[in-house]
């Protein structure tokens, strides 16, 4: 069973799992879509990625082209998340704001991983499985723990 809103982008030859939801969001051509993700609106997915199964990319992340996102990562868009306004009453979406969060192209975060609200992951940057990305991640950096800190650099290969 997928489940697909009406609004939800989606460009070509891309491959959607059953038991997905996805509303109000975009997803690039030639991106993989693994069983059990949530994408939902004004989220953007790029072109060429890999969505791996249990995957929760909520509003206000932005993915780039030719990245992975391993198993059962959780992205967040609330610094600050609260049940409940001043008043006592349920929060709504007029309570509180998204913080954006962007992925940046050919990056990969591995099976298990934390990523932030308003965090941006570097170009080609490796987050290591079960990580917790606390703050802004370099390119051509692989971070690995919790909080995420730099293991090493990744050294350009020659063309």
Known sequence: MKKIAPDVKIGKNVFLNDFINLYGCSIGSNTKIGPFVEIQKNAFIGENCKIQSHTF???????????????????????????????????????WRVVPTLIKKGASIGSNATILAGVSIGQNSIIGAGSVVTKNIPDNTIVAGNPARVIRTIKPQPK
Request: glycine share 12%; hydrophobic share 35%.
């Open 57 to 95: 990319i909520c509003e206000g992340v932005n993915i780039e082209d030719d990245v992975f996102v391993g198993h059962g990562v959780m992205f967040t868009n609330d610094i600050y998340p609260r049940a409940t306004g001043t008043s006592g009453a349920l929060q709504t979406e007029a309570d």
